[in-house]
């Protein structure tokens, strides 16, 4: 069995959609000839904890752990209040705060490549010993954090190996930067890409999620690119049986940032309530997961509160099961520019889930295509208000009709997480065919 070294911030008990990419990917992939080695961190700065995610972890697999300076805790012991710009959303939730915390953000947006990279000082020299202990045939990173790359690039290039790099999301290129809100500096912002371009053009080949970001790095790079989707666990919904609510239950989980604003889907909501009877006593939403002070204002000023329910991040498990016991699940990609190429974990949980999907974002993106491709829902316009009123009550009177709003399995096997370890490892044979 041939031995790929992953470099990952992100490990159990990590929680949460960053890391489950590379966590699913280290679980199937010895049923297609590779056996992970794991470098990550010591004591890491999570967005979320989910100890049950441990359980995945294969007792003979060796995890290493290295220890670095990190600006999160001192931060934090600054302000406790400053962790909230280290999480998914804090980035771009200016609803004030202290002077440390305005700096916590400043500081996520001109760290370079990412406020990780203090780990890379404890972990350079170690992964290389590792490497050359385990004689690793090749090193896989994925990002954010960009930091893993920077790591991965230093071991590749230490010891000759192939290397593969993983985006799940943009580089410099992220929508948290581009934003016309953004607090990068200009300077900060060139010297950023240029690391990028320098870090990127020692990979062997590229992989990542969408077709768009395909595109994005095609125009920065000859290297080989591979579209491999996110997925979900079909195992995990295996085991979990519905247990339908007498309400009418949409659900939203994870975290969400301002550019993901459920506005449009609250006015749809709002105007039902005023017309219908039976939508007002019998729909609900249930939101589960961290969420910042503008979700809660919005909820006040629509009026929604005693239609609202708040349930706090849970162990995946419990927000699997919510999914499924839900009737409708809402998905928003941010609105920001060139955002046609988001394909969030979220999406393809809500699709394991096999309950119907509303959607608001670019109807024309790689999520409505696979929305389309699925039949697992319908993507919206950010301001088509009245076409998201029609379905959101569409599904309403089937759910009142008692008719099976389950999506088929055949439309969504595809995205398992065990089809897309396989996609990976014919990569990574690819890679090592050209090398050796």
């Given at each position: 069995?041939?031995?790929?070294?992953?470099?990952?911030?992100?490990?159990?008990?990590?929680?949460?959609?960053?890391?489950?990419?590379?966590?699913?990917?280290?679980?199937?992939?010895?049923?297609?000839?590779?056996?992970?080695?794991?470098?990550?961190?010591?004591?890491?700065?999570?967005?979320?904890?989910?100890?049950?995610?441990?359980?995945?972890?294969?007792?003979d697999t060796p995890v290493y752990r290295t220890s670095g300076f990190s600006l999160h805790?001192?931060?934090?012991?600054?302000?406790?209040?400053?962790?909230?710009?280290?999480?998914?959303?804090?980035?771009?939730?200016?609803?004030?705060?202290?002077?440390?915390?305005?700096?916590?953000?400043?500081?996520?947006?001109?760290?370079?490549?990412?406020?990780?990279?203090?780990?890379?000082?404890?972990?350079?020299?170690?992964?290389?010993?590792?490497?050359?202990?385990?004689?690793?045939?090749?090193?896989?990173?994925?990002?954010?954090?960009?930091?893993?790359?920077?790591?991965?690039?230093?071991?590749?290039?230490?010891?000759?190996?192939?290397?593969?790099?993983?985006?799940?999301?943009?580089?410099?290129?992220?929508?948290?930067?581009?934003?016309?809100?953004?607090?990068?500096?200009?300077?900060?912002?060139?010297?950023?890409?240029?690391?990028?371009?320098?870090?990127?053009?020692?990979?062997?080949?590229?992989?990542?999620?969408?077709?768009?970001?395909?595109?994005?790095?095609?125009?920065?790079?000859?290297?080989?690119?591979?579209?491999?989707?996110?997925?979900?666990?079909?195992?995990?919904?295996?085991?979990?049986?519905?247990?339908?609510?007498?309400?009418?239950?949409?659900?939203?989980?994870?975290?969400?940032?301002?550019?993901?604003?459920?506005?449009?889907?609250?006015?749809?909501?709002?105007?039902?309530?005023?017309?219908?009877?039976?939508?007002?006593?019998?729909?609900?939403?249930?939101?589960?997961?961290?969420?910042?002070?503008?979700?809660?204002?919005?909820?006040?000023?629509?009026?929604?509160?005693?239609?609202?329910?708040?349930s706090p991040y849970a162990p995946m498990q419990e927000s699997l099961q919510a999914m499924?016991?839900?009737?409708?699940?809402?998905?928003?990609?941010?609105?920001?520019?060139?955002?046609?190429?988001?394909?969030?974990?979220?999406?393809?949980?809500?699709?394991?889930?096999?309950?119907?999907?509303?959607?608001?974002?670019?109807?024309?993106?790689?999520?409505?295509?696979?929305?389309?491709?699925?039949?697992?829902?319908?993507?919206?316009?950010?301001?088509?208000?009245?076409?998201?009123?029609?379905?959101?009550?569409?599904?309403?009177?089937?759910?009142?009709?008692?008719?099976?709003?389950?999506?088929?399995?055949?439309?969504?096997?595809?995205?398992t997480r065990r089809n897309i370890a396989f996609q990976f490892a014919r990569v990574f044979?690819?890679?090592?065919?050209?090398?050796?």
């Open positions: 069995m041939k031995k790929v070294l992953f470099i990952t911030y992100y490990w159990p008990p990590a929680g949460g959609a960053p890391m489950m990419r590379v966590l699913k990917l280290y679980q199937y992939l010895p049923e297609f000839g590779y056996e992970p080695i794991i470098v990550t961190t010591e004591g890491g700065d999570y967005p979320f904890v989910d100890e049950s995610l441990q359980e995945v972890v294969r007792p805790k001192i931060l934090k012991k600054l302000s406790p209040k400053a962790k909230k710009n280290f999480i998914p959303y804090g980035f771009t939730d200016d609803s004030g705060g202290s002077w440390i915390d305005r700096f916590s953000r400043w500081v996520k947006y001109n760290m370079i490549p990412d406020t990780r990279y203090p780990w890379r000082f404890g972990t350079v020299r170690k992964a290389i010993r590792i490497a050359k202990k385990h004689k690793v045939d090749l090193i896989f990173s994925s990002s954010p954090p960009q930091t893993n790359h920077i790591i991965a690039r230093k071991v590749a290039r230490k010891l000759k190996l192939p290397w593969i790099g993983d985006f799940r999301d943009p580089w410099t290129d992220v929508f948290w930067i581009t934003s016309p809100q953004s607090l990068r500096l200009p300077l900060i912002q060139k010297l950023d890409r240029w690391l990028e371009k320098r870090t990127i053009a020692d990979m062997h080949a590229i992989t990542t999620v969408s077709p768009s970001l395909v595109e994005l790095f095609s125009k920065k790079t000859d290297l080989p690119i591979y579209q491999i989707p996110n997925g979900f666990d079909h195992v995990y919904f295996e085991h979990l049986q519905r247990v339908p609510s007498p309400y009418f239950t949409v659900f939203y989980g994870g975290s969400m940032s301002k550019e993901q604003s459920p506005e449009p889907f609250f006015k749809a909501f709002k105007s039902l309530l005023e017309v219908n009877d039976s939508f007002s006593s019998k729909a609900r939403m249930h939101f589960m997961g961290n969420f910042p002070p503008f979700l809660h204002q919005l909820v006040k000023a629509y009026e929604l509160e005693d239609w609202v329910k708040w499924v016991n839900s009737d409708l699940l809402l998905l928003i990609v941010p609105k920001t520019p060139d955002n046609a190429g988001i394909l969030t974990s979220k999406l393809f949980d809500y699709i394991g889930a096999r309950r119907p999907i509303l959607a608001i974002g670019p109807v024309e993106g790689d999520a409505a295509k696979v929305l389309q491709e699925t039949r697992a829902g319908e993507m919206f316009d950010y301001e088509d208000t009245a076409a998201i009123t029609d379905y959101l009550f569409n599904v309403f009177g089937k759910w009142q009709q008692k008719i099976d709003l389950t999506i088929p399995w055949q439309n969504v096997e595809r995205y044979d690819s890679v090592l065919s050209l090398v050796t």
